[in-house]
């Protein structure tokens, strides 16, 4: 079992920025790719960036490209999602996930991550 606990969330204007944080515990050695989703109101949850908990290669939605920016302290067993320029269309929960399945592809971690943290609210202003 993994467990996950996102913080950070707030409400801010649109142009400023929001750092997330998802602090993992429990049997973090499993861990292999941890990334972020967001779900807005009557919308379905989509991903939004993740990263290999190991080597670090990252991925991200093309609605958040050049925005944010995810990493990761291996030590600390936490992710982090700095978002910069936030945009009204940005409001949405977002929660942390992990996927411990060795050698899935972004696309399997996609579809069907592994755990799920309680999420964070992040509400934008126009």
């Known amino acids: 079992q993994v467990q996950l606990v996102e913080s950070g969330g707030g409400l801010v204007q649109a142009g400023d920025s929001l750092r997330l944080t998802c602090a993992a515990s429990?049997?973090?050695?499993?861990?292999?790719?941890m990334g972020w989703f967001r779900q807005a109101p009557g919308k379905e949850r989509e991903f939004v960036s993740g990263?290999?908990?190991?080597?670090?290669?990252?991925n991200y939605a093309d609605s958040v490209k050049g925005r944010f920016t995810v990493s990761r302290d291996n030590g600390k067993n936490a992710m982090y999602l700095q978002m910069n320029s936030l945009k009204p269309e940005d409001t949405s929960v977002y929660y942390c996930?992990?996927?411990?399945?060795?050698?899935?592809?972004?696309?399997?971690?996609?579809?069907?991550?592994?755990?799920w943290g309680q999420g964070t609210q992040v509400t934008v202003s126009s």
């Open positions: 429990g049997r973090t050695s499993s861990l292999y790719i």
């Open positions: 990263i290999t908990w190991n080597r670090g290669f990252t």
């Open positions: 996930a992990v996927g411990i399945k060795y050698g899935s592809t972004w696309a399997d971690f996609s579809r069907r991550p592994d755990y």
